[in-house]
């Protein structure tokens, strides 16, 4: 049993995928397996897949292909197909530093209890360091900080022990409703289950920012599922007081105001909408 399963949801990839395996087989702790499950891809994904395997024969790479069900699906299905004690996340148009499974080992090696490490990402844009996104921070309470400040994880930046997975179930596979934000849903389930996570704070990865990123199209439906999100996890939070209203109606206040800015002025009806569903969640 390897110590590590990187999962990676494939859709249409074809032109990112060479460079995150390329990042995964350059790590400095080589007990992993690659698990690919692709989703439906009509462009070549499989045919580089199977040259890349091999070419690396010195890979244990998995490919399963499935029709499509979108990235909580996917997941998922490559998950089923893993045999790791620790799930790492990577999405296939993002990148892995050497050191990044090495030192994931270390923090779980050094506490038993822990089931969720993140670490902090650089931001690429053409190129080029754009940012640093740095996650976390730790909570006592993460299911509340999760819920009232937002998301403070990425995916291609989160391993979880594979009991975990095993004790709640997988990523949501509503696509109709939890469509993109499949991973917030799952970092609050993880923490409603009192999983312990913790935080790296160092950059072992990059996002790369471009223009098939799914978190830069369709404003609109993001924010109405993140929305979705907040009511169905809030609802699962058991002792809600006036603090916890409270709460979660600025962060629906925030969630929708930020939109409605974001589709200004390119969608001025959009705007107002936002504008308004922001309002409403404050005043009733």
Same mark, same amino acid.
């Given at each position: 049993?390897?110590k590590?399963?990187v999962?990676?949801?494939?859709? +249409?990839?074809? #032109? ?16 992993f397996?690659?698990?690919? !499950? ?11 897949? %199977? ?8 890979? #244990?790479?998995k490919?399963?292909?499935? #029709?499509? @069900?979108?990235?909580? $699906? ?7 197909? &893993? ?13 892995? /530093?050497?050191? @990044?499974?090495?030192?994931?080992a270390?923090?779980f090696d ?7 490490? !993140? ?5 690429? @844009? =053409?190129? #080029? %360091? ?13 299911f509340?900080?999760?819920? /009232?400040k937002?998301? !403070?994880?990425s995916?291609s &930046? ?5 009991? &975990?997975?095993?004790?709640?179930? $997988? ?5 109709? =409703? ?6 917030y ?7 409603l =289950? ?6 790296? %704070?160092?950059p072992?990865?990059?996002y790369?920012?471009?223009?098939? +990123? /799914?978190s830069? =199209? ?7 599922h ?5 009511d169905?996890?809030?609802s ?10 409270? &709460? ?7 969630? /929708?105001?930020s939109n409605? @800015? ?23």
């Open positions: 049993m390897p590590f399963s999962i990676i949801p494939l859709y +249409n990839g074809a #032109k990112y995928i060479r460079t995150a395996l390329d990042s995964v087989s350059s790590q400095t702790f080589r007990d397996e690659i698990v690919i !499950c692709d989703d439906g891809s009509t462009d070549d994904s499989a045919d580089i897949i %199977k040259k890349y395997s091999q070419s690396h024969p010195e890979l #244990k790479i490919y399963v292909y499935q #029709k499509n @069900k979108g990235l909580g $699906g996917a997941r998922n299905t490559a998950i089923r197909s &893993a045999e790791g004690d620790v799930l790492a996340l990577l999405d296939q148009d993002d990148i892995w /530093y050497p050191e @990044k499974l090495a030192m994931t270390k923090v050094s506490d038993s209890d822990l089931m969720i490490v !993140c670490n902090d990402e650089d931001i690429i @844009k =053409n190129g #080029k %360091k754009y940012s640093v996104s740095k996650y976390g921070p730790y909570s006592k309470d993460m509340r900080q999760l819920l /009232y937002g998301n !403070c994880l995916t &930046a989160t391993s979880i022990k594979r009991a &975990a997975f095993d004790s709640i179930g $997988g990523f949501s596979e509503d696509i109709r =409703n939890i469509h993109f934000v499949e991973d849903d799952y970092w609050l389930r993880l923490a =289950n009192s999983f312990k996570f913790s935080f790296l %704070k160092k072992l990865g990059c790369v920012l471009h223009e098939g +990123n /799914y830069s =199209n369709n404003l609109g439906m993001m924010c109405d993140e929305g979705r999100v907040l169905i996890n809030y699962r939070l058991k002792k809600k007081g006036l603090a916890d209203l409270i &709460a979660i109606r600025k962060r629906m206040f925030r969630l /929708y105001l409605s @800015k974001m589709m200004y002025p390119s969608d001025l009806r959009g705007s107002l909408r936002y504008f308004i569903k922001a309002l409403m969640s404050v005043l009733f």
